[in-house]
């Protein structure tokens, strides 16, 4: 594993807090370019800070001229840009991106019937016009950028992101009506959406992978998540039971289900999974954390360190956390259903004769004769 002089641009947020230290016990010597409006104390002592802002390519091409490094992860700010700017004053460059890049991630609308593709792969067509996705159009432009700027670089598309410190914190939304005690929530569609997230931890372990093998790595685009794909339905009675909590999840249809929305974080109950087989086969990873433990993990530090109410976090997660009117919608939904009047079938339709399981079709025989 070689190392030598990296480059950090942002290395402070809840992936690159991981990026830094892991680049520091590889034997990087590590600069991290940043604003410097907040430090984290995970920083180890040894790493140089330089601050300016990587959204303003004069203040990045001051700070950093006469400047070479070995390596460059650019994991924040107008990376576009940036990749520009370090043409030729580094050896590698690493780009942290986004799947709204990818076609349909966003405006699933685009396909016929809507929805995406399951799992759609790192080299599935990218938003190509403005008017399909303005955010994905500019997203994947700057993927386009890196790569003819560093043909040999690297490009990490990150899906939602949760762990400690996240901005966007999704699971909030379970966490803080546990703690103000509510003990039923609205889920759309029986919570059975899918849809990709990668904990801090193992979003940071994709990238230090690519760190790793940069032959594997060169001219590619990887998509990074959990291993393990969990259901809405899932994901909720895993915060809830972290925190020894019981919730009544109440099922209505997603266009009737209104404060799920910023669980659902699309107008669509369409899933959206990334398949991860390029960079499992390419580059040997495997969750250092299973979603199954990440999600109790994140669940538990939320409770210990809970957002401001009416503060960033929740404006930008955009809950209002208005039970008043949850409680309303929910009563009118259970009258409504309580009110349904019983239908009989002639014959009772039934589960198919293939499936065996609970409710399936009884055996022929009695006992199981080997």
Not at 327 to 336: F, K
């Amino acid at each position: 594993m070689s190392t030598g002089t990296a480059l950090v641009v942002g290395g402070t947020g809840p992936t690159g807090i991981w990026v830094v230290d892991g680049l520091v016990d590889r034997g990087w010597q590590v600069t991290i370019l940043h604003r410097g409006l907040h430090e984290a104390p995970e920083t180890p002592a040894q790493v140089e800070h330089l601050h300016a802002d990587p959204y303003d390519e004069d203040s990045v091409r001051d700070v950093l001229a006469g400047r070479t490094f070995d390596l460059t992860l650019a994991m924040y700010g107008r990376v576009r840009r940036l990749a520009g700017l370090l043409r030729g004053r580094t050896g590698r460059f690493v780009a942290i991106g986004g799947v709204p890049a990818v076609r349909g991630w966003m405006n699933p609308w685009l396909f016929d019937p809507p929805g995406l593709p399951v799992p759609v792969g790192a080299d599935a067509q990218r938003v190509t016009e403005p008017t399909e996705d303005e955010k994905g159009f500019r997203v994947a432009r700057t993927e386009e950028a890196v790569l003819e700027t560093h043909p040999e670089g690297t490009v990490f598309r990150y899906p939602y992101a949760y762990g400690p410190y996240q901005l966007v914190p999704r699971e909030w939304s379970v966490v803080r009506r546990i703690l103000d005690g509510r003990g039923r929530m609205v889920i759309p569609e029986d919570g059975l959406t899918l849809h990709h997230h990668g904990y801090t931890r193992n979003l940071a372990h994709a990238v230090l992978l690519g760190v790793d093998h940069p032959e594997g790595a060169a001219g590619r685009i990887f998509n990074c998540g959990d291993e393990e794909v969990l259901s809405l339905r899932q994901w909720i009675e895993l915060c809830a039971g972290a925190l020894g909590a019981e919730l009544e999840l109440v099922s209505m249809p997603w266009d009737l289900a209104t404060p799920a929305r910023p669980l659902l974080a699309q107008p669509s109950p369409t899933h959206r999974v990334l398949d991860l087989a390029p960079l499992r086969e390419g580059l040997g990873y495997r969750d250092l954390v299973p979603a199954r433990e990440a999600v109790p993990e994140t669940a538990r530090w939320l409770a210990a360190h809970r957002p401001e109410p009416g503060g960033q976090e929740e404006m930008v997660l955009t809950d209002p956390f208005d039970y008043a009117a949850e409680d309303r919608l929910i009563d009118a939904w259970q009258a409504l259903r309580g009110s349904f009047p019983a239908v009989e079938f002639a014959v009772a339709p039934g589960w198919g004769l293939a499936y065996s399981g609970p409710e399936g079709r009884p055996r022929t025989q009695k006992e199981y004769v080997p």
